[in-house]
T-cell receptor, first 113, second 114 residues
Framework: EDQVTQSPEALRLQEGESSSLNCSYT??????LFWYRQDPGKGPEFLFT???AGEEKEKERLKATLTKKESFLHITAPKPEDSATYLC??????????????FGKGTKLSVKP | DTEVTQTPKHLVMGMTNKKSLKCEQH?????MYWYKQKAKKPPELMFV???????INESVPSRFSPECPNSSLLNLHLHALQPEDSALYLC?????????????FGPGTRLLVL
């Protein structure tokens, strides 16, 4: 069964304290891994798509990396405005659900000034 | 521009009301989606339209009725909802239904059923 697991569930950082969020997945034939940021009460905002192991993408203080089993979202010198829930998703390869996004439960990041 | 718009932003309705949620995109995307999201949970897929045709209905109760009038618009008609249907309803679009295409989400409609 296709599955996405994110850890930790919640992460509290001081401003400037770098860290990483993890997304591990089990899906046969990865067709892409998507990272989104979601603020409370708002829709997910697209951040990155990664397609193959070894791929890396960066945007401001965020850097996403991909291996054959997991992806990391590295946050360098975070600021309070980086506080949000970060969601990871992969497309399913399972039967009638093929192509549907399977979301992890998210990591809620809080950055204190 | 990767904007998906949704109206209204907030909606309060009684269990006997009929209301509609609207979604619009002008990116030329040919796949559009409705998701439901409860508090502290990830989005759950409800419906998928591909080239204006319903391709996936994830066993959603008939009190939710989707409609795709054209390639840019997606509606969700609501009738006789239950309090447990209160949630954030998200619309998304993507270039097509290929698994490797990115889905872009709208800001959502916060629905409260009394």
């Amino acid at each position: 069964e296709d599955q996405v697991t994110q850890s930790p569930e919640a992460l509290r950082l001081q401003e400037g304290e770098s860290s990483s969020l993890n997304c591990s997945y089990t899906v046969s034939g990865l067709r892409g891994l998507f990272w989104y940021r979601q603020d409370p009460g708002k829709g997910p905002e697209f951040l990155f798509t990664l397609y193959s192991a070894g791929e890396e993408k960066e945007k401001e203080r965020l850097k996403a990396t991909l291996t054959k089993k997991e992806s990391f979202l590295h946050i360098t010198a975070p600021k309070p405005e980086d506080s949000a829930t970060y969601l990871c998703a992969v497309p399913s390869n399972y039967g009638g659900s093929q192509g549907n996004l399977i979301f992890g439960k998210g990591t809620k990041l809080s950055v204190k000034p | 521009d990767t904007e998906v718009t949704q109206t209204p932003k907030h909606l309060v309705m009684g269990m006997t009301n009929k209301k509609s949620l609207k979604c619009e995109q002008h990116m030329g995307h040919r796949a559009m989606y409705w998701y439901k999201q409860k508090a502290k949970k990830p989005p759950e897929l409800m419906f998928v339209y591909s080239y204006e045709k319903l391709s996936i209905n994830e066993s959603v109760p008939s009190r939710f009725s989707p409609e795709c009038p054209n390639s840019s618009l997606l509606n969700l008609h609501l009738h006789a909802l239950q309090p447990e249907d209160s949630a954030l309803y998200l619309c998304a679009s993507s270039q097509d239904r290929s698994p490797d295409t990115t889905q872009y989400f709208g800001p959502g409609t916060r629905l409260l059923v009394l």
